[in-house]
């Protein structure tokens, strides 16, 4: 159907998945076809807001546009190939995608909420001591169509958009910048869905350099793995602190807020039984988040099989938990939610084809791990 010359396309090329198009992407791509940026709109609108993948049912696009799409694009959603429900209605879905790899998505229900749990990445690379996705290894970074594209899923199975999106699924979103940015464009756009700033959140290990780019192109909720209040226990816990230590993350995270009021970082602290669960450990932390707005989210450690550490037990984690409210810090403890499905943070581990076998080191630290 096209025409040599306007977009180089031809029948026998692999059609375009507008799943990996933002708004601005279509606009320019029926703009660059003779249309106004408000059909390639009217466009989005129908794949994002309607769940539309059938250009013939876009009524109000032209019929020789409907034709050039249908010739050219495509609307590609995800390969779902199991769905777990969790008797607290958590679900949890697994994307195929491809060369045997997999990807996990959880959906957690809540009053008043519908959080999706969204992954960025295919495994992961930063080999945090404690995560289940780290013993696989990296294999690559999603695409934007198979990121959006599990918000585009969910959206359709369950009938309603979610309310909340949080980057905590598999990978490491600011490790793969542009795609998870381009996300969170569909995700906060009004002819999408409609997310506000507050209601996104991007969970980072701390790469410090892109804290900095995303502040420049975006303002969602950013939530940080800390895990440990001083670099020796960090270094080992969330071993990228021996490239972006302490001293520089914290500043990175505050100048994120940009003096905003309405404003905090929240902080993760995966409580580990003998790790980094003592009220030492509690004054630390406060002293390192004085100055910086912030919220402490203890989350209890879910363990999963050769770990080598434990869950704090509750007394701990409720004792730490006072010591920071006393210090005037806020301080919530994460809800486990899921666990029967492997979906609590941290478990999820998809397919992922190995890399590498569990790290030796990783035993060691677990077995360091144990020790009070
Ligand atoms: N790569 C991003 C997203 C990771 S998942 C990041 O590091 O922030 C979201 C949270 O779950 C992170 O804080 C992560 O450190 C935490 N987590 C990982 N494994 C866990 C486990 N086994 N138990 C509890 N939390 C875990």
Redesign the pocket.
């Known amino acids: 159907m096209s025409a040599p010359g306007d977009t180089g396309r031809g029948p026998a090329d692999a059609p375009i998945d507008l799943l990996d198009l933002t708004r601005a992407g279509i606009e320019s791509l029926v703009q660059g076809w003779g249309y106004k940026p408000f059909h390639g709109r009217n466009l989005f609108k129908w794949i994002h807001k309607h769940g539309l993948t059938d250009f013939e049912a876009m009524t109000d696009l032209s019929k020789p546009l409907r034709q050039r799409l249908a010739a050219t694009c495509t609307v590609a959603p995800p390969r779902v190939v199991l769905e777990q429900p969790a008797p607290d209605g958590t679900i949890k879905w697994l994307t195929e995608v491809g060369d045997g790899q997999r990807i996990e998505t959880v959906f957690i229900p809540e009053t008043g909420r519908r959080t999706l749990?969204i992954s960025?990445q295919v495994g992961?690379a930063?080999d945090?001591a404690?995560?289940?996705?780290?013993r696989q290894g990296f294999a690559r970074n999603l695409r934007l169509a198979e990121i959006v594209g599990q918000v585009w899923y969910a959206t359709r199975r369950l009938g309603v958009a979610p309310s909340n999106v949080?980057?905590?699924?598999?990978?490491?979103?600011l490790a793969n910048f542009e795609a998870v940015v381009a996300t969170i464009d569909i995700l906060r756009d009004d002819y999408a869905y409609m997310l506000s700033k507050y209601r996104v959140t991007l969970?980072?290990?701390?790469i410090v350099p892109n804290i900095a780019r995303l502040g420049i192109v975006s303002d969602v909720a950013l939530?940080?793995?800390l895990?440990a209040p001083t670099n020796a226990l960090r270094d080992e816990l969330?071993p990228i602190n021996r490239k972006y230590p302490l001293e520089a993350l914290v500043p990175a995270c505050k100048a994120y807020l940009r003096g905003d009021r309405r404003r905090r970082i929240t902080w993760?602290y995966?409580m580990l039984d003998g790790v980094n669960d003592g009220l030492g450990e509690a004054k630390q932390l406060i002293r390192l988040l004085e100055g910086t707005p912030s919220k402490v989210n203890l989350?209890?450690?879910?363990?999963?099989p050769g770990?080598g550490?434990a869950t704090s037990p509750p007394e701990r984690v409720e004792a730490f938990r006072q010591r920071l409210l006393r210090s005037g810090l806020v301080a919530t403890t994460r809800k486990t939610r899921g666990e029967e499905i492997a979906a609590?943070?941290?478990?999820?581990v998809g397919l992922v084809q190995r890399r590498r076998p569990p790290l030796a080191g990783a035993a060691a630290r677990g077995a360091e791990g144990a020790r009070p």
Do not use: K
């Not at 404690?130 to 780290?134: P, R």
């Open positions: 749990c960025s992961c930063l945090c404690f995560c289940a996705t780290a949080v980057f905590m699924g598999m990978g490491e979103p969970s980072t290990s701390g939530a940080v793995s895990h969330v993760e995966v989350i209890p450690f879910n363990p999963f770990s550490f609590a943070c941290g478990q999820l």
